[in-house]
């Protein structure tokens, strides 16, 4: 098998499996929050998941990868961007929070899982969706919720045993901040302890649909629950017949790993440490639920770097759409499966990005000539299909960088973008075959790389650093200036720009020449271009550049 970390993980994961229950299909779960824009960071809740999952089905195993949107968590905030009349819904379950204006969606909870669920389509991610909402509305988990209150005392004690070995105060993430970058909505959720004693169930109030409720009585033999909220409402409950309420995260997280089978369910760091969800789970699922904890992999950090300056109309969170809007399916899911998960890395949506398609397109050349090594075929294998899709492609692939910068010069124009992207490659037919990695470059140039990074071709000459040149300099440009048309190719262009300093030198335009003062007078020369064409120091490579910018206008800024 390959001796990658998704195989090791679907090798323990179908023995785990065989000991707990054979011969049924074998569970993996992801959990995610759509409580306001699903950022990117925590994709990688449910790519370890996939992965592992898509390993097991390409073995031949049935696999069920479930994402449990826990939609029926209560509204914590009104997030940027958001009118502040939301405040009101704050404490209901997110599926009763009307959706931001304008959306097409029924509620808060379905207008921001929309955009995920798509986003996970496009990257070839198969999942049942559960919604949390519809789970207890349906009663499903009525026995496991009578269970949870009659063990109340015994839960409260296994909570109790962690109380004690939480340091106070040692949780010093901001709870909303936490609630956005974990996999579920658990942070800064009670535990189910108040003033009335320990309840493990929480009812939304029936009148105003909050969860300001606190549970003052509960009855093993009739299962009639009392309940005051702060909205002044007070009632009596039958328990077993109620189905507006749920269990506190660090009850119901076990529970729904004992009612599903879960077996391999990953978490993010800050649900490991001790004390945590997962390790409180683990003693609750054995000892409660008569269940057992899942293999759960902490998953490190994913940094996203060149957010900065985003505008904020989405709040300013990047989300999983937003890095396909500037990559391909297979590159994002590359990122994700060379990774260990314990191992951090960053979705760069700064030059960064054009480092990695580098070393995509590198390491597509090594699979192609079958030099990669077998952890990175196996990565690679991984990025481009699953079990049951093969991912589209971009048919002809140029490099990024080489697209966003003719992107950069040609401000979107086909024709000329057709004419010059020729030059690199002369069997181009039409730019559909440069898609979708085309328009990907287009758009994370005009959305990311910043105002004063872009390449803008001047109107007219600098006249005034034209006047202040030497004779070495003038006789550059003229050189320049007379074998463009000899020259008029990224080849000949490439040639000519270097050779001008050459010939200065007394050299043959081409010829095999490297030392110190020629790379110097070469790069002097290029500033010159650059400045003359682009009033910057540096720019798109000079042969791209040129050629975009067309012969007669060259001649023009160049004063020849
Ligand atoms: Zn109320």
Request: with cysteine; glycine share 8%; aromatic share 8%.
């Amino acid at each position: 098998m390959d001796a990658d970390w998704v195989a090791r993980f679907a090798d323990e994961v179908i023995a785990e499996a065989e000991r707990r229950a054979p011969g049924k299909p074998i569970v993996c779960a992801s959990g995610l929050s759509p409580s306001g824009p699903i950022h990117l960071g925590n994709l990688r809740e449910v790519m370890t998941p996939h992965l592992v999952a898509d390993e097991i089905r390409r073995r031949g195993h049935e696999c069920v990868h479930i994402l449990s949107w826990d939609d029926f968590d209560r509204f914590r905030k009104v997030p940027a961007g958001v009118d502040p009349s939301w405040n009101e819904h704050i404490g209901k379950p997110l599926t009763s929070v009307p959706a931001p204006a304008g959306s097409p969606y029924p509620n808060w909870a379905e207008h921001f899982k929309a955009p995920m669920a798509a986003a996970l389509a496009e990257l070839g991610v198969e999942f049942r969706g559960i919604s949390q909402t519809e789970m207890y509305a349906s009663g499903a988990y009525r026995e496991q919720v009578l269970l949870a209150m009659r063990e109340r005392r015994k839960i409260d004690a296994i909570l109790d045993q962690y109380r004690t070995k939480a340091k106070p105060g040692a949780k010093t993430v901001d709870d909303d901040e936490a609630a956005a970058l974990e996999g579920s909505g658990a942070a800064g959720e009670d535990d189910g302890s108040g003033v009335g004693g320990y309840y493990p169930y929480k009812p939304y109030c029936s009148v105003c649909d909050r969860d300001l409720t606190t549970v003052t009585s509960y009855d093993d033999e009739t299962t009639a629950l009392a309940y005051t909220c702060a909205c002044g409402h007070a009632e009596t409950v039958i328990l077993a017949e109620h189905t507006h309420g749920k269990l506190v995260w660090k009850v119901d997280w076990p529970m729904r790993w004992s009612f599903e089978g879960v077996v391999f369910e990953p978490s993010g760091v800050d649900h490991s440490s001790p004390g945590s969800s997962f390790v409180v789970g683990g003693q609750i699922v054995r000892e409660i639920f008569g269940g057992a904890q899942p293999i759960g992999p902490m998953y490190a950090f994913v940094g996203i770097s060149g957010m900065a300056k985003m505008s904020s109309s989405k709040g300013g969170v990047p989300t999983p759409a937003d890095a396909l809007s500037i990559m391909e399916p297979a590159l994002l899911r590359w990122l994700y499966a060379r990774r260990r998960p314990n191992q951090s890395f960053k979705v760069s949506f700064d030059q960064e990005i054009q480092r990695m398609y580098d070393e995509w397109d590198t390491l597509s050349k090594k699979i192609a000539d079958g030099s990669a090594l077998p952890a990175d075929q196996a990565a690679y294998r991984r990025a481009t299909s699953t079990a049951s899709v093969t991912l589209s492609e971009t048919p002809r692939r140029l490099p990024y960088r080489t697209l966003a910068s003719v992107a950069d010069i040609t401000t979107g124009d086909e024709e000329q973008t057709l004419r010059i992207l020729r030059e690199f490659d002369h069997e181009i037919s039409g730019l559909d075959e440069l898609r979708p990695r085309l328009d990907r470059a287009q758009y994370w140039v005009t959305t990311y790389v910043p105002a004063e990074e872009r390449t803008q071709v001047r109107e007219e000459p600098d006249t005034e650093l034209l006047d202040t040149l030497g004779n070495a300099e003038r006789e550059s440009l003229r050189l320049l200036s007379d074998n463009l048309d000899a020259h008029w190719s990224l080849d000949g262009l490439t040639t000519l720009v270097y050779g001008v300093p050459k010939i200065q030198a007394g050299l043959d335009l081409s010829a095999k020449a490297a030392t110190p003062e020629l790379k110097a007078a070469q790069r002097t020369f290029f500033a010159l271009l650059y400045r003359l064409l682009v009033s910057r120091e540096t720019g798109p490579r000079l042969p791209t550049l040129l050629l975009a910018v067309g012969r007669d206008r060259v001649r023009k800024l160049l004063g020849t």
